[in-house]
């Protein structure tokens, strides 16, 4: 698949200048500064390894549009022999400094644009107690260095006798044009050997020609080449893993380099990045979709097309290809099947965004999985008027929830994706139950581990509580998207955690922070809140709102009003994580077990007892009533339960 074989820099740079070696359309742009060329050029001085190149042999079937290293000049009768995956940036650099003929285009270390010249010291190149980013030296434009603000020239290398007497080598005649240089250096310094600082310029720089010069001329570096039987795959794959130091080449990147060799008129980053417009502007459930996750919508239709179409020819079952957006399936996607299906594509995604609006998902932020808009709007294409029925939107809901609440799509999507577009598709048109639907399981003690919004299943119930019909504890307002928009909604603390952290015995972060102690309600009523005893704050929000009201809203929200006056944090807790589990198995459609034995045994372990045996109506002095019950010593109050990944860091 690949050999690799020591190639001279001189070689290399030639088939840069030539076309020979060119670079596929998806790199970035050379953007290496002054300081890192001036490196490189002192590495290369000194014999010390730059890092391996890496090029894909043009003529096989990754067919590539490609363009010219930057500064060689584009050459149409010359057909690229290769085109460089890893190694621009100092190919590139190296190209610039030693044999284009002009001055570079690079930047400084404040990203200011600037156009400089490279030299050798001479004198400090054949001084070993230099350091070696000394021996390279820029010069602006013009060739002249100078001082105190400008004012003053201090080095004036614009033309060849002062080159010489400054004792400094363009770096452009290291590989060609040194012995015309040589010979007049030489000369310069004819009959002047008491001037020179090393006493003799003739043989001085006959020792610098047999040292420096010689060892640019006699530099190869390691080139890694990927022979043209290369799969696409592969291809993508090896860039990844070996180019840690530049701009990553995803599968977007190398299909859309594809597709330009297949149209010349078309540029597929160009087409995504018109329509991540109008999908990001207009729907900020979809902000985190890129142009890889739009290939495998489209490849997962287009493949299924391919099967159904070979099912229809009565191929043989073992020639029927699968539904699949596997990365290499995604790789040999041809342009005229994207165009076919982009359209149709954008518009499944914008009708997955509004039925998102319906789940109560607003933002980014919200989407509990992006990855499973991909199935989502895979499906809208797939069943389009299909999914008006209220049957049918249930069926979809359903499959939608079970997937947050399983939590299935952390890994291997690819297979989840296929399964998603064929049995849900078959579902909606009468067929069995998706596997999905059938297999998701929630576990009760899940509830507690869900604190942060890295969770898809904490995202998920933020979203759920919404749909099910809750409303704003001070203003009434239903928590509706013109609602949420408005009123800044967000997921904040129902217990504070001020109150939580001053009680006695105090209430752990790992168990206060549970989901189970949070619900959406707006800023204003947050703040209203503070650190307050719910005992206080609601009868502060009472001023705001009429009482019967405000419990049936705390009703709403899966809250007995009774337990949260009397400031009862274990009694709400167990309840409240109870209702939960009753809202999540109505969107699955599938009874969860009681988690209340689970949530009564995290509040013991801490020292908080249920009281309920207590309450036979609702307390007027919740000061006083509902104490909290420690359980002596030995206890240890900030045991928490074991934590699921990715829910370490507290955000309300």
């Given at each position: 698949?690949?050999?690799?074989?020591?190639?001279?820099?001189?070689?290399?740079?030639?088939?840069?200048?030539?076309?020979?070696?060119?670079?596929?359309?998806?790199?970035?742009?050379?953007?290496?500064?002054?300081?890192?060329?001036?490196?490189?050029?002192?590495?290369?001085?000194r014999g010390f390894p730059v890092g391996a190149i890496m090029t894909l042999e043009a003529g096989g079937d990754i067919r590539l549009r490609s363009r010219m290293i930057e500064g060689a000049t584009e050459s149409p009768k010359v057909q690229p022999d290769s085109f460089l995956?890893?190694?621009?940036?100092?190919?590139?650099?190296?190209?610039?400094?030693?044999?284009?003929?002009?001055?570079?285009?690079?930047?400084?270390?404040?990203?200011?644009?600037?156009?400089?010249?490279?030299?050798?010291?001479?004198l400090a190149a054949m001084n070993s107690d230099v350091a070696r980013e000394d021996v390279i030296v820029s010069v602006p434009e013009d060739r002249k260095e100078t001082g105190n603000f400008g004012r003053e020239v201090v080095r004036d290398l614009s033309c060849r006798e002062f080159e010489y007497e400054h004792h400094m080598m363009p770096t452009e005649l290291l590989l060609s044009g040194s012995l015309d240089w040589v010979l007049g250096y030489i000369g310069h310094w004819n009959?002047?050997?008491?001037?020179?600082?090393?006493?003799?310029?003739?043989?001085?720089?006959?020792?610098?020609?047999?040292?420096?010069?010689?060892?640019?001329?006699?530099?190869?570096?390691?080139?890694?080449?990927?022979?043209?039987?290369?799969?696409?795959?592969?291809?993508?794959?090896?860039?990844?893993?070996?180019?840690t130091g530049g701009v990553t080449l995803s599968m977007f990147e190398l299909v859309t380099a594809s597709f330009a060799a297949q149209d010349e008129d078309f540029?597929?980053?160009?087409?995504?990045?018109?329509?991540?417009?109008?999908?990001?502007?207009?729907?900020?459930?979809?902000?985190?979709?890129?142009?890889?996750?739009?290939?495998?919508?489209?490849?997962?239709?287009?493949?299924?097309?391919?099967?159904?179409?070979?099912?229809?020819?009565?191929?043989?079952?073992?020639?029927?290809?699968?539904i699949n957006c596997r990365k290499i399936d995604i790789l040999d996607l041809n342009v005229f099947d994207y165009h076919?299906?982009?359209?149709?594509?954008?518009?499944?995604?914008?009708?997955?965004?509004?039925?998102?609006?319906?789940?109560?998902?607003?933002?980014?932020?919200?989407?509990?999985y992006t990855s499973q808009l991909v199935p989502l709007a895979a499906l809208h294409v797939e069943l389009g008027v299909?999914?008006?029925p209220a049957k049918a939107k249930a069926k979809l809901e359903k499959w939608f929830w079970s997937g947050i609440f399983g939590e299935a799509y952390g890994s291997a999507v690819e297979t989840q994706y296929a399964n998603d577009l064929a049995q849900v598709a078959a579902w909606v048109r009468g067929g069995p139950e998706p596997t999905l639907v059938n297999e998701a399981n929630f576990v009760p003690e899940r509830l507690l581990s869900l604190r942060t919004r890295n969770s898809a299943a904490y995202k998920g119930l933020y979203a759920l509580q919404m749909k099910s019909g809750a409303a704003d504890w001070r203003t009434a307002n239903p928590l509706l998207s013109a609602t949420w928009y408005q009123g800044n909604i967000d997921i904040h603390h129902i217990f504070p955690k001020a109150w939580c952290n001053r009680s006695t015995p105090p209430i752990p972060p790992w168990l206060y922070n549970s989901i189970i102690n949070k619900t959406p309600i707006d800023a204003t009523t947050n703040q209203k809140i503070g650190g307050s005893a719910p005992s206080v704050y609601l009868r502060s929000l009472e001023k705001d709102i009429d009482k019967e009201m405000l419990y049936d809203i705390l009703r709403s929200?899966?809250?007995?009003?009774?337990?949260?006056?009397?400031?009862?944090?274990a009694d709400c807790f167990v309840e409240r994580g109870e209702a939960m589990l009753e809202l999540i198995g109505q969107a699955m459609g599938k009874a969860i077990p009681s988690g209340r034995e689970s949530f009564s045994s995290a509040l013991s372990s801490v020292g908080i007892e249920q009281q309920l045996d207590e309450f036979d109506d609702p307390i007027d002095e919740p000061d006083v009533a509902g104490e909290w019950v420690y359980q002596g010593p030995g206890v240890a109050a900030d045991q928490p339960p074991i934590d699921k990944p990715g829910d370490g860091v507290h955000s309300q």
């Amino acid at each position: 698949m690949f050999k690799t074989n020591p190639v001279s820099l001189k070689e290399l740079l030639m088939n840069v200048d030539s076309g020979k070696i060119r670079l596929p359309d998806f790199q970035r742009g050379w953007v290496w500064d002054d300081d890192r060329i001036r490196g490189l050029l002192a590495s290369i001085s000194r014999g010390f390894p730059v890092g391996a190149i890496m090029t894909l042999e043009a003529g096989g079937d990754i067919r590539l549009r490609s363009r010219m290293i930057e500064g060689a000049t584009e050459s149409p009768k010359v057909q690229p022999d290769s085109f460089l995956l890893d190694g621009q940036q100092r190919l590139t650099s190296l190209y610039q400094s030693l044999q284009h003929k002009d001055a570079v285009e690079t930047h400084d270390n404040r990203g200011r644009r600037i156009r400089r010249w490279y030299y050798i010291d001479m004198l400090a190149a054949m001084n070993s107690d230099v350091a070696r980013e000394d021996v390279i030296v820029s010069v602006p434009e013009d060739r002249k260095e100078t001082g105190n603000f400008g004012r003053e020239v201090v080095r004036d290398l614009s033309c060849r006798e002062f080159e010489y007497e400054h004792h400094m080598m363009p770096t452009e005649l290291l590989l060609s044009g040194s012995l015309d240089w040589v010979l007049g250096y030489i000369g310069h310094w004819n009959g002047r050997d008491h001037e020179h600082p090393e006493g003799n310029g003739s043989a001085f720089c006959q020792r610098f020609n047999q040292t420096l010069i010689s060892e640019f001329g006699n530099y190869d570096l390691p080139v890694i080449r990927l022979d043209k039987e290369t799969p696409k795959e592969a291809v993508c794959t090896v860039f990844e893993k070996v180019n840690t130091g530049g701009v990553t080449l995803s599968m977007f990147e190398l299909v859309t380099a594809s597709f330009a060799a297949q149209d010349e008129d078309f540029s597929l980053r160009e087409d995504w990045d018109a329509r991540k417009r109008r999908l990001h502007d207009n729907y900020g459930a979809l902000q985190r979709i890129e142009g890889d996750q739009f290939l495998q919508a489209v490849t997962l239709l287009i493949t299924q097309e391919q099967r159904k179409q070979r099912i229809k020819e009565g191929r043989p079952q073992n020639r029927i290809p699968a539904i699949n957006c596997r990365k290499i399936d995604i790789l040999d996607l041809n342009v005229f099947d994207y165009h076919n299906w982009a359209d149709r594509v954008e518009n499944g995604f914008v009708e997955a965004a509004k039925f998102l609006l319906n789940q109560f998902v607003f933002t980014k932020q919200d989407v509990p999985y992006t990855s499973q808009l991909v199935p989502l709007a895979a499906l809208h294409v797939e069943l389009g008027v299909e999914l008006e029925p209220a049957k049918a939107k249930a069926k979809l809901e359903k499959w939608f929830w079970s997937g947050i609440f399983g939590e299935a799509y952390g890994s291997a999507v690819e297979t989840q994706y296929a399964n998603d577009l064929a049995q849900v598709a078959a579902w909606v048109r009468g067929g069995p139950e998706p596997t999905l639907v059938n297999e998701a399981n929630f576990v009760p003690e899940r509830l507690l581990s869900l604190r942060t919004r890295n969770s898809a299943a904490y995202k998920g119930l933020y979203a759920l509580q919404m749909k099910s019909g809750a409303a704003d504890w001070r203003t009434a307002n239903p928590l509706l998207s013109a609602t949420w928009y408005q009123g800044n909604i967000d997921i904040h603390h129902i217990f504070p955690k001020a109150w939580c952290n001053r009680s006695t015995p105090p209430i752990p972060p790992w168990l206060y922070n549970s989901i189970i102690n949070k619900t959406p309600i707006d800023a204003t009523t947050n703040q209203k809140i503070g650190g307050s005893a719910p005992s206080v704050y609601l009868r502060s929000l009472e001023k705001d709102i009429d009482k019967e009201m405000l419990y049936d809203i705390l009703r709403s929200h899966w809250l007995k009003p009774e337990l949260l006056a009397a400031d009862q944090f274990a009694d709400c807790f167990v309840e409240r994580g109870e209702a939960m589990l009753e809202l999540i198995g109505q969107a699955m459609g599938k009874a969860i077990p009681s988690g209340r034995e689970s949530f009564s045994s995290a509040l013991s372990s801490v020292g908080i007892e249920q009281q309920l045996d207590e309450f036979d109506d609702p307390i007027d002095e919740p000061d006083v009533a509902g104490e909290w019950v420690y359980q002596g010593p030995g206890v240890a109050a900030d045991q928490p339960p074991i934590d699921k990944p990715g829910d370490g860091v507290h955000s309300q």
